[in-house]
């Protein structure tokens, strides 16, 4: 159930937000819900259904290779290891 909600924000401030907003193709209102599922407002799914991920995981993902993550440990040990001989 959507409801109407109203902000009181300094001037400047929204017309930035709806730049940005426009700049992202989305609405400021979707920006601003996004924003909140982020801090974790949102509850949690029980009935395993797909939940949204946010923008900022969405853009980060898949930049760091399993293989980088799984391997790091060892890595950074043969570093400090070569630095500090």
Known sequence: ME???TL???QSI???AKKYAV????SLSRIVED???????QERNDKN????IHPIVKE???I????????WKNEYTNYLEQKYE
């Not at 760091?64 to 799984?70: A, T």
């Open 3 to 5: 409801t109407k909600l």
């Open 8 to 10: 009181k924000l300094d």
């Open 14 to 16: 929204i017309e930035k």
């Open 23 to 26: 700049s992202r193709k989305k």
């Open 35 to 41: 924003y909140f599922k982020g801090l974790g407002f």
């Open 49 to 52: 259904e797909e939940i949204e």
């Open 60 to 62: 980060l993902s898949g």
């Open 64 to 71: 760091i290779s399993e293989k980088d993550i799984s391997n």
